[in-house]
């Protein structure tokens, strides 16, 4: 399904999630980031904090972004993966600085019913990366 075919389909019943780090949190490098537990919303419900995992309940246009805020001169990377079936496909890439630094990345995309959504670590795993609370990973189906 094309983005344009997307648009035209209306479904009523809002779609999504937002979801932060509670408090200051260790990751470790490649590994699907399930820290996202503190769920100020889960539209559908198909959000899963406990593995990191949204599963799309219908085909649509979504929006995603997550925010990474680091805490102390730290790098960390991370990618936003649609699975659809087996097929990884890189959606969007956010890198941090070295300085404490605060970034963004967002991304709009087609997804199947039973395609899944989710933010993986990557890079150097000799050290933990910390996050702080104002880290977040938000989903959202457009149309």
């Known amino acids: 399904m094309?983005?344009?075919?997307?648009?035209?389909?209306?479904?009523?019943l809002p779609i999504g999630f937002c979801a932060y780090v509670p408090y200051t949190v260790k990751l470790?490098?490649?590994?699907?980031?399930?820290?996202?537990?503190?769920?100020?919303?889960?539209?559908?419900?198909?959000?899963?904090?406990s593995t990191g995992v949204f599963t799309a309940p219908s085909e649509g246009l979504y929006f995603a972004s997550i925010t990474l805020d680091i805490?102390?001169?730290?790098?960390?990377?991370?990618?936003?993966v649609k699975d659809s079936g087996g097929?990884?496909?890189?959606?969007?890439?956010?890198?941090s600085g070295t300085q404490g630094t605060c970034a963004c990345a967002t991304a709009v995309f087609v997804?199947?019913?039973?395609?899944?959504?989710?933010?993986?670590?990557?890079?150097?795993?000799?050290?933990?990366?910390?996050?702080?609370?104002?880290?977040?990973?938000?989903?959202f189906k457009i149309k």
Not at 71 to 80: M, P, Y
Request: aromatic share 8%; glycine share 4%; proline share 1%.
């Open 71 to 80: 805490v102390g001169s730290e790098k960390v990377d991370a990618l936003v």
């Open 87 to 95: 097929r990884r496909d890189v959606v969007a890439k956010v890198s």
């Open 111 to 139: 997804m199947s019913k039973q395609d899944t959504l989710y933010a993986e670590c990557i890079g150097d795993s000799s050290r933990p990366k910390s996050l702080s609370c104002f880290s977040s990973f938000i989903c």
């Open 28 to 49: 470790q490098a490649q590994a699907t980031l399930n820290c996202f537990y503190l769920i100020k919303c889960n539209h559908g419900s198909g959000f899963d904090a």
């Open 2 to 12: 094309c983005v344009s075919e997307c648009l035209k389909k209306d479904n009523s």
